[in-house]
T-cell receptor
Framework: GDSVTQMEGPVTLSEEAFLTINCTYT??????LFWYVQYPGEGLQLLLK?????DKGSNKGFEATYRKETTSFHLEKGSVQVSDSAVYFC???????????FGTGTSLTVIP | DGGITQSPKYLFRKEGQNVTLSCEQN?????MYWYRQDPGQGLRLIYY???????QKGDIAEGYSVSREKKESFPLTVTSAQKNPTAFYLC?????????????FGQGTRLTVV
C-alpha cells in the first residue's frame, strides 16, 4: 500500500542555517505530493505541493522537488528563521481515491 | 472567508461519556476526514466520507462514529467504547475534482478525559 517515510526528528538548527528534511514515498500510481506545517496547538497548513515528476513546489523560501526515480520529495530551505520552528509533515495523495497518507512529522526548532 | 471550522477547541470528557466534535466547512468540498494525533506521532485516519450519507472506516475507527447528513458537516462522536480517547483531533476536507487537490484542515479539538 501507499506510505510516506520522513526523517525522524527532532531537528535543531541555528538561525540562517540550511534545512533539509528527507521524505520518501511508496505509491502504486502517480501521486501528488505535499508538505504541511503545523504550529503548536493548531491544525496543518499546506506549505507546498507538486503534482508530477520533476515539478518543484515552493513557498516562503521552502522548496521540494518531486523525484520519481528516487521516490523522494525532500524539503529544503536555504536560511531558516526562528519563526520556522514547527512540525513538518510530508504527505501524498493518489489522484484517484482521495486518500491522504502522512509521514510521522519532523519537529524543527530554530534557535537565535 | 472559506474554511473549515472545528469546535470546541478544548473538550473535557468524563469516563463513560460520549462526546461529539463538530466539523463544518464552507469550501463546497465533497470529501471530509477525521484524524487523530497523539503526541510525537503522525496523523491516523479515523473515518472519511466522499459523499453525503456515505462514509468509510479508516485505520482506527473502533470506538468512534460519524454521520454525513449534510455536505458541509461531518461530526465525530467519541463513544465510551474508545479506551484511550485523550488526543488532538483534526478534521479536514478536500475537493475530489482534479489532481493535486490538497486537504484543508481545521484548527483541531483537544479532547481530554478527566
Amino acid at each position: 500500500g501507499d506510505s510516506v517515510t520522513q526523517m525522524e526528528g527532532p531537528v535543531t538548527l541555528s538561525e540562517e542555517a540550511f534545512l533539509t528534511i528527507n521524505c520518501t514515498y511508496t505509491a502504486t500510481g502517480y501521486p501528488s505530493l505535499f508538505w504541511y506545517v503545523q504550529y503548536p496547538g493548531e491544525g496543518l497548513q499546506l506549505l507546498l505541493k507538486a503534482t508530477k515528476a520533476d515539478d518543484k513546489g515552493s513557498n516562503k523560501g521552502f522548496e521540494a522537488t518531486y523525484r520519481k526515480e528516487t521516490t523522494s520529495f525532500h524539503l529544503e530551505k536555504g536560511s531558516v528563521q526562528v519563526s520556522d520552528s514547527a512540525v513538518y509533515f510530508c504527505a501524498l495523495s493518489e489522484n484517484t481515491g482521495n486518500q491522504f497518507y502522512f509521514g510521522t512529522g519532523t519537529s524543527l526548532t530554530v534557535i537565535p | 472567508d472559506g474554511g473549515i471550522t472545528q469546535s470546541p477547541k478544548y473538550l473535557f470528557r468524563k469516563e463513560g461519556q460520549n462526546v461529539t466534535l463538530s466539523c463544518e466547512q464552507n469550501l463546497n468540498h465533497d470529501a471530509m476526514y477525521w484524524y487523530r494525533q497523539d503526541p510525537g506521532q503522525g496523523l491516523r485516519l479515523i473515518y472519511y466520507s466522499q459523499i453525503v450519507n456515505d462514509f468509510q472506516k479508516g485505520d482506527i475507527a473502533e470506538g468512534y462514529s460519524v454521520s454525513r447528513e449534510k455536505k458541509e458537516s461531518f461530526p465525530l462522536t467519541v463513544t465510551s467504547a474508545q479506551k484511550n480517547p485523550t488526543a488532538f483531533y483534526l478534521c479536514a476536507s478536500s475537493s475530489i475534482q482534479g489532481a493535486a487537490t490538497e486537504a484543508f484542515f481545521g484548527q483541531g479539538t483537544r479532547l481530554t478525559v478527566v
